[in-house]
């Protein structure tokens, strides 16, 4: 609504329902942010970008908000808000984390819901991967791959449904919290060693090691 406009002006009749929102403290003369980046929800979190790193101290410099300014990016997000349960993967972290519920949007990128759960365990979001959740037996179940345009719907909701697709729970993941960044893992490849101390008749043990290409 304009502020000169007229009510009759602006077409409202009774019961007409007008919302208002309040502007924050010594923001109320910045400028209003563009269509787009309410649509993208650019306001609710940072934008990140996982990038090869070694810095243990990324962590401590992400900051994430969940403080929403304008009404419109509000009912956007109660539309597309989902409550997600996270568990801790079982075979790669730490039994003692508990699993935890995050509120998000289902239009978060990839990169933006690992920033939220990297915030909440401490840890940075480059040295996390998440599982998809077998609905019939609770377990991890495929790996998700990280891209630019894949988005929470998308990996909890894939667009092709199929069998395996169908057998996938929709309201949880799995997380797992490697001594890597994610994409330095994506360029190495799991090679597996049986290690035989008396000829081929006694099997002492084996190893499965990351190479990176050559």
Not at 100 to 120: I, N
Not at 141 to 165: E, G, I
Request: aromatic share 8%.
């Amino acid at each position: 609504m304009k502020a000169k406009q007229t009510l009759k002006g602006a077409e409202l009749q009774d019961g007409d329902i007008v919302c208002f929102q309040k502007a924050a403290d010594g923001k109320s003369s910045e400028p209003r942010p563009s269509d787009a980046d309410r649509e993208s929800l650019s306001l609710l979190t940072n934008q990140l970008t996982l990038t090869d790193t070694n810095d243990s101290s990324l962590s401590s410099k992400i900051s994430v908000s969940d403080r929403i300014d304008d009404a419109r990016v509000f009912y956007d997000f109660l539309l597309h808000k989902r409550v997600i349960r996270f568990h801790p993967h079982p075979k790669n972290v730490d039994a003692e984390i508990a699993p935890f519920e995050l509120t998000l949007s289902s239009k978060h990128t990839y990169d933006q819901f690992a920033a939220r759960v990297g915030e909440k365990l401490g840890v940075s979001p480059t040295h996390l991967r998440f599982w998809t959740v077998n609905q019939t037996t609770g377990n991890p179940k495929t790996n998700v791959k990280r891209a630019q345009s894949q988005t929470l719907q998308n990996v909890l909701n894939p667009p092709y449904s199929t069998f395996s697709n169908n057998n996938q729970r929709s309201d949880a993941l799995y997380f797992e919290i490697l001594d890597i960044s994610l994409s330095e893992l994506d360029t190495k490849k799991a090679l597996k060693i049986i290690w035989l101390s008396e000829g081929i008749t006694k099997e002492v043990s084996r190893f499965l090691i990351a190479l990176g290409p050559f």
